[in-house]
């Protein structure tokens, strides 16, 4: 089994920069698509940037060109650099890792969620 560790809690001013890490361990052999979504209080999971196992980005409208997504595979780690903070940006985020299974299979894991906080 695969499990996804987050680290990077925390309370920020508006216009602060907080760094959110999740590695992930076990029974690895190669791992694709590595992404962070979020969950704010009354409203659905949203995919916030996601990053393939080539390197190439996605990002939401909203934190595009404040948020940077990046991966570590040596260490099986992506990361996700959030700047320029605002109250919208708080909610609960969560790292996803696909792991291949087979040539056309796949496994989806889920970190335990980190708490982001913007606020005055």
């Known amino acids: 089994q695969v499990q996804l560790v987050e680290s990077g809690e925390g309370l920020v001013q508006p216009g602060g920069s907080l760094r959110l890490s999740c590695a992930a361990s076990?029974?690895?052999?190669?791992?694709?698509?590595m992404a962070w979504y979020r969950q704010a209080p009354g409203k659905q999971r949203e995919l916030v940037a996601s990053?393939?196992?080539?390197?190439?980005?996605n990002y939401a409208a909203s934190v595009k060109g404040r948020f940077t997504i990046s991966r570590d595979n040596a260490k099986n780690t992506v990361y996700l650099q959030m700047n320029s903070l605002i109250p919208e940006d708080t909610a609960v985020y969560y790292c996803?890792?696909?792991?291949?299974?087979?040539?056309?299979?796949?496994?989806?894991?889920w970190g335990q969620g980190t708490q982001v906080t913007v606020s005055s």
């Open positions: 996803h890792v696909r792991i291949p299974t087979g040539m056309f299979a796949y496994k989806d894991y």
């Open positions: 990053i393939s196992s080539g390197g190439s980005t």
């Open positions: 076990g029974s690895i052999s190669s791992i694709g698509r």
